[in-house]
């Protein structure tokens, strides 16, 4: 049975985006291969709300991220963590060589703009990460704020991970200041997994000239030089079929216009969270609660996994709590092209399942 998936992702895909990849293969150094891939950035560029360069990378998000941290690392990077994604960017760090601290939170807590204040005015460091939508705890860090304290800091290149969010809420990239923004397509683009997508400003192209060993494969000055030289191609075969169905979904998000995506992920996310609040607790505070999953603390002592065996049989899949939380926490996910109604449709079947029991 084909099930809804309202987990983290990848997340379900539309019939007519899927088809889009059945379409035969060009070759990937064609006219036809920079066509659409100039297509889609452009398309792209409204998504981020940027004027900067859009990177395609046939890959996860964490190759981009794992590119960003080392080739624009020059002295040493500040990673802000508050779950498993801003742990994962300091793993990065520290496997690819590249000097970095790290700064945590309690989970369910967001990185304060008062705490990148204080570690930017060290001098130690020039360049930030921050997770702006963690989803092991369900928190949407407060990006706005953010900025204002990244504008004193200018020789500082600020890398973004807005995989679990981009598509869902409004990211503006360029008033932000956001240096390199990274995304995933398996997630609020409501496409299947396998491309990283990053803008990538001109003071961070900057940047990586400075560093000597950037790697190859994930090194992002190569994908930038590379694309402004070569009119849209890549330096490695890209994934065609996908970029096909991206494409297709991208003219799709914009039919349904940026407003009314991210009005109708708000309206999903406000009503998970009275069900929450009603039936269980938030894990995260509030104020910080993401707007694409929503993180809920199992105060009841439901068997998760039971429960998800469960909603597997009437087609549904939620998520359980991510590592330490698994059990005492679980994550349902409304993203992509679900409306409220599927939303409503899986909160009646928990209601039934647990009443029930």
Not at 40 to 67: A, C, D, R, Y
Not at 101 to 109: C, L, R
Not at 281 to 299: D, H, R, V
Request: charged content about 25%.
């Amino acid at each position: 049975m084909n099930k809804k998936l309202f987990i983290p992702g990848p997340i379900d895909v539309k019939e007519d985006v899927l088809e889009q990849m059945t379409k035969p293969m060009v070759g990937h150094r064609s006219k036809e291969a920079s066509t659409i891939q100039r297509s889609i950035s452009e398309k792209l560029n409204k998504v981020f709300h940027t004027k900067e360069q859009i990177l395609l990378s046939t890959s996860s998000g964490s190759g981009l991220m794992e590119g960003a941290i080392r080739s624009c690392t020059r002295k040493k990077a500040a990673v802000f963590s508050v779950g498993s994604f801003g742990e994962r960017w300091y793993k990065m760090a520290i496997s690819n060589n590249v000097l970095a601290d790290k700064f945590s939170v309690e989970a369910g807590k967001a990185t304060m703009p008062e705490m990148v204040d204080e570690a930017l005015a060290t001098g130690q460091y020039d360049l930030i990460t921050i997770t702006h939508n963690e989803t092991s705890t369900g928190v949407m860090n407060p990006i706005n704020e953010i900025s204002k304290v990244m504008k004193k800091y200018q020789d500082v290149i600020w890398c973004l991970d807005t995989v679990s969010s981009m598509g869902g809420t409004r990211i503006d990239v360029d008033e932000l200041g956001v240096d390199i923004c990274i995304t995933s397509t398996q997630k609020a683009l409501g496409l299947p997994p396998g491309m990283a997508i990053a803008s990538m400003s001109r003071k961070a192209v900057e940047a990586a000239k400075q560093v000597k060993y950037r790697g190859l494969y994930l090194d992002l000055l190569e994908l930038y030089d590379y694309i402004q030289k070569k009119d849209y191609q890549y330096p490695s075969t890209p994934a065609l079929s996908l970029m096909y169905a991206m494409d297709y979904q991208l003219n799709k998000i914009l039919e349904e216009g940026l407003d009314n995506r991210y009005e109708r992920h708000l309206s999903m996310a406000e009503y998970v969270r009275g069900w929450a609040k009603k039936n269980f607790e938030l894990f995260p505070e509030e104020k910080y609660a993401s707007i694409t999953l929503t993180t809920i603390k199992n105060i009841k002592g439901i068997n998760v996994a039971e429960l998800n065996k469960e909603l597997g049989k009437r087609g549904y899949a939620i998520s359980n709590g991510y590592g330490d939380l698994k059990e005492k926490t679980f994550r349902i996910a409304h993203m992509g092209d679900y409306t409220l109604n599927d939303v409503k449709e899986l909160l009646e079947n928990i209601d039934e399942i647990i009443n029930k029991n």
